[in-house]
């Protein structure tokens, strides 16, 4: 905090952790690289939340984000000693065995009673899935309109997306680690704004702009150079990137910055390039606590590494939250194989059309049989047009999907063979056998706020 008065203060939210599996020394680069008052680490994506809950119907201690323990342990001293407050969506589908595991983290390192967990929950609706359905509340699925029903008996992970206001409330009640389950991203930094400016459930403008300061950050170093598509050549140490911060004031104005002495870059068009990820409606982005309008957003640079937001404003939420379900779709395997000059794509061609009479010989049948060729044409499809007739070398992906397991394990083993009774000059099958894997599915559907009941627990 720089000032007592409100209108000068500035509150430093930092962001360490873009998705589960990012940079494992973020967190404490982000404390220890100079000063912050809050620490965001964003964990979960949709699939992600499956993913938990299979772990916890295995073990019913598990279903969190199990990396927040070594972050949590990395920024001890920073809570403890200097009052930095970290705030994380890493509960995934257990919340309450993640607050345990970081009080057990505290008190191995001697900090016992110097953590106060905030816990949140409410945003489970699994186990109310009957409950809902029964009650009138058909849980469509947002792109087909199709009802739940039709896939009730495959439901995996039933998540609502929760808003900023239940950690506000584990702010005001002390919590110094706030632990979620499926919270918006945006909340994790929008929450610590609202609890130190006081920004009012109505405040929509100043609502929005907390919700873009969020959206900003979300994705950690994507902002500050990661990712960055413009003159990405000359983006500096790239090795070493600052992940971003958001120095904020109460009247809804921000700058998006780094820590000295890191690479990467904070520029228009790294924060630009952000704000368009997953934007959809530009004068719509609707969140749990507002509907902020990207339209309005103004930016400008202020020196080096410091971009100004600001401009935003704000229509109040709708009535409705936003639900992720996941759900048991089938199997899936997919194999690979690489031929190489001369002749490359036509063999891997040939090889492809060999596999597919096979497979249709021996009676197999597959909801999707799809074939890649990568480093010709896997990502702009027909867009890339024909390739060189001396390319170097071509990986063949072929995968299938389908209900029946058998069928796609049977499939497996064909692909091998092809490397002694196929087309020449084949490679890249030490890996072995590809494996069968479930497929999860995501279900995007709404429901009504009002059935969706947060509870905020604060435990030391």
């Not at 969506?89 to 919340?95: E, L």
């Not at 905030?118 to 809902?132: A, F, H, Q, S």
Request: hydrophobic share 40%; with cysteine; net charge negative.
């Amino acid at each position: 905090m720089t000032s007592p008065n409100t209108n000068d203060r500035v509150v430093r939210v930092a962001s360490g952790q873009g998705f589960w599996g990012d940079s494992l020394d973020a967190p404490r680069q982000q404390v220890e690289g100079g000063q912050v008052d809050y620490l965001m680490l964003d964990y979960l994506a949709e699939v992600t939340m499956s993913i938990l809950q299979k772990q916890k119907e295995r073990d019913p201690a598990m279903g969190y984000a199990r990396d927040f323990l070594g972050a949590i342990e990395s920024v001890l001293p920073a809570i403890t000693d200097r009052g930095v407050r970290v705030i994380a969506n890493a509960g995934g589908v257990n919340p309450q065995a993640c607050a345990r595991a970081v009080l057990d983290v505290a008190a191995k390192k001697g900090a016992a009673g110097k953590v106060k967990v905030g816990v949140v929950t409410g945003d489970d609706l699994l186990p109310r899935i009957d409950e809902l359905l029964d009650g009138g509340h058909e849980l469509r699925n947002m792109d087909t309109g199709e009802p739940l029903s039709v896939i009730r008996d495959r439901v995996l992970s039933a998540n609502a997306y929760i808003g900023s206001t239940p950690i506000v409330e584990a702010l005001a009640r002390g919590a110094n680690v706030v632990v979620t389950g499926r919270s918006t991203d945006t909340a994790l930094t929008m929450a610590p704004l609202r609890h130190e400016f006081g920004w009012g459930a109505e405040d929509w403008d100043r609502l929005a702009a907390g919700i873009i300061a969020g959206h900003i950050l979300e994705c950690g170093a994507q902002c500050s150079g990661g990712n960055c598509l413009h003159d990405w050549r000359s983006i500096p140490d790239l090795a070493n990137v600052g992940y971003p911060i958001a120095e904020a004031r109460a009247d809804g104005t921000f700058v998006i910055t780094k820590h000295d002495n890191t690479g990467g870059r904070v520029s228009f068009h790294s924060v630009a390039e952000q704000l368009v990820y997953e934007m959809g409606d530009p004068n719509a982005y609707i969140t749990p606590d507002v509907v902020a309008d990207f339209t309005s957003i103004r930016l400008e640079e202020v020196g080096a590494n410091r971009v100004r937001v600001h401009g935003i404003t704000g229509k109040p939420a709708t009535d409705k939250l936003k639900v992720s379900i996941a759900y048991r779709f089938g199997w899936k395997a997919v194999g690979t194989l690489v031929y190489s000059w001369p002749e490359a794509m036509d063999k891997a061609q040939v090889a492809d059309r060999v596999l597919r009479e096979r497979c249709d010989r021996l009676g197999l049948r597959f909801d999707e049989f799809l074939t890649e060729f990568v480093g010709v044409n896997s990502t702009h499809g027909p867009l890339a047009g024909a390739p060189s007739g001396d390319i170097p070398e071509v990986q063949l992906r072929v995968g299938v999907r389908g209900t029946d397991r058998a069928s796609v394990e049977r499939f497996t083993r064909e692909i091998a063979p092809l490397v002694l009774n196929g087309p020449p000059s084949v490679t890249g099958f030490a890996g072995g056998r590809p494996k069968v894997e479930e497929i999860v599915a995501y279900w995007p559907a709404l429901v009504d706020k009002t059935v969706v009941h947060t509870q905020v627990e604060v435990l030391s």
